[in-house]
Antibody, heavy 120, light 106 residues
Framework: EVQLVESGGGLERPGGSLRLSCIASGFTFSNAWMSWVRQGPGKGLEWVGRIYSNAEGGTIEYAAPVKGRFTITRDDSKNTLHLQMNSLETEDTAVYYC???????????WGQGTLVTVSS | DIQMTQSPSSLSASVGDRVTITCRASQDISNYLAWYQQKPGKVPKLLIYAASFLQSGVPSRFSGSGSGTDLTLTISSLQPEDVGTYYCQQYKSALTFGPGTKVDIK
C-alpha cells in the first residue's frame, strides 16, 4: 500500500522559513517523480513543483510563484521528499500535499497534507 | 506556461441528471489531462487520466473525453455522493490545475 506522510507545517512569520518533509512507502521511491501541491484556504489546487528521479538527472521544476524561494530535494536513502520554503509570504498559507503518480504526471497517491500558516 | 480554465465554475443538478464539465487549455495538451474529485476536508481523488481512462475503483458513471484544447468530464447519472469540487490538471508541460467546478445537488 502506498503511503505518503507529510510533516513540518506550522505558523511562521512573513520572511521566515520552514522545511516540510514527506516520508514515502509502498513503492520504489528512488524511481518516483515526486511533487508538492498546495491548497490555500477556500481555494483550488496549485502545483508547487516536481523532482524527477536521480537516475533521470534529478531535474526539478517549480511553479512561477515559488521559483527562487522554494527548493525541492529528495533523500532516496530515507525515502523522503523535502520542501524548503524561504522568504515566506502570507500568500503561501496553505495545506501542502506530497503527491506522486510514481512515474506519471497524474496523481493517484496523495498524503494527508500539512498546514502552513504565514502570518505576523 | 499552460493555463487551464473550467466551466461552469459551479453547478446544481438533480440526482440522476447527466452532468458535463469542460476544461480548456491555453494550448494543445493532446490527451495529457487528469480529472480529480475533492470532497470538503478530504484529499483529492484521481478519477480519470490520459483524458479518458478510468482510474481503478472509480464508478463507470464517470467518463472523460476530448483532446487538444477542449476536454470534458461527464457524470452520466449524478449521485448524492458525487457532491464536491472537480479539478482538471494538465501534465503535457510541467503541471497546471484548473480552478475547479463545484457540484452540488438541487
Amino acid at each position: 500500500e502506498v503511503q505518503l506522510v507529510e510533516s513540518g507545517g506550522g505558523l511562521e512569520r512573513p520572511g521566515g522559513s520552514l522545511r516540510l518533509s514527506c516520508i514515502a512507502s509502498g513503492f520504489t521511491f528512488s524511481n518516483a517523480w515526486m511533487s508538492w501541491v498546495r491548497q490555500g484556504p477556500g481555494k483550488g489546487l496549485e502545483w508547487v513543483g516536481r523532482i524527477y528521479s536521480n537516475a533521470e538527472g534529478g531535474t526539478i521544476e517549480y511553479a512561477a510563484p515559488v521559483k527562487g524561494r522554494f527548493t525541492i530535494t529528495r533523500d532516496d536513502s530515507k525515502n523522503t521528499l523535502h520542501l524548503q520554503m524561504n522568504s515566506l509570504e502570507t500568500e503561501d498559507t496553505a495545506v501542502y500535499y506530497c503527491a506522486t503518480g510514481v512515474r506519471s504526471g497524474y496523481y493517484p497517491y496523495w498524503g494527508q497534507g500539512t498546514l502552513v500558516t504565514v502570518s505576523s | 506556461d499552460i493555463q487551464m480554465t473550467q466551466s461552469p465554475s459551479s453547478l446544481s443538478a438533480s440526482v440522476g441528471d447527466r452532468v458535463t464539465i469542460t476544461c480548456r487549455a491555453s494550448q494543445d495538451i493532446s490527451n495529457y489531462l487528469a480529472w480529480y474529485q475533492q470532497k470538503p476536508g478530504k484529499v483529492p481523488k484521481l478519477l480519470i487520466y490520459a483524458a479518458s481512462f478510468l482510474q481503478s475503483g472509480v464508478p463507470s458513471r464517470f467518463s472523460g473525453s476530448g483532446s487538444g484544447t477542449d476536454l470534458t468530464l461527464t457524470i452520466s447519472s449524478l449521485q448524492p455522493e458525487d457532491v464536491g469540487t472537480y479539478y482538471c490538471q494538465q501534465y503535457k508541460s510541467a503541471l497546471t490545475f484548473g480552478p475547479g467546478t463545484k457540484v452540488d445537488i438541487k
